[in-house]
């Protein structure tokens, strides 16, 4: 029912910046987090970073601080700015959110189909 659409992905090299947008489309609907996780070819799933509309986040050490992510809750986005980027950076990122269905009593989770960062040194 719900649709998350993801873009930004791409091919840079050691050092660049990327910045990613996610946006969840419908109605009857209530955001109460939206994140990025990430999977490089053999490895788990593995979270980046996630935010609430409470101004809360949380990242993974592995960014070092190197990315932001952020939220426009007027448009249900959420948006992943990455800087410096590292080869280990390199993986599919998807969006997650959790949100509440109308009565908004119920919690559900939904998933992007990934967006594809490659990081070359």
């Known amino acids: 029912q719900v649709q998350l659409v993801e873009s930004g992905g791409g091919l840079v090299q050691t050092g660049g910046s990327l910045r990613l947008s996610c946006t969840a489309s419908?109605?009857?609907?209530?955001?109460?987090?939206m994140g990025w996780y990430r999977q490089a070819p053999g490895k788990q799933r593995e979270l980046v970073a996630a935010?609430?509309?409470?101004?809360?986040?949380n990242y993974a050490d592995s960014v070092r601080g190197r990315f932001t992510i952020s939220r426009d809750p007027a448009k249900n986005a959420a948006y992943l700015q990455m800087n410096s980027l590292e080869p280990e950076d390199s993986a599919v990122y998807y969006c997650?959110?959790?949100?509440?269905?109308?009565?908004?009593?119920?919690?559900?989770?939904?998933w992007g189909q990934g967006t594809q960062v490659i990081v070359s040194s």
């Open positions: 997650n959110t959790f949100l509440r269905l109308w009565p908004f009593t119920t919690s559900k989770e939904y």
């Open positions: 419908g109605s009857l609907f209530r955001i109460l987090t």
């Open positions: 935010t609430t509309n409470a101004g809360t986040s």
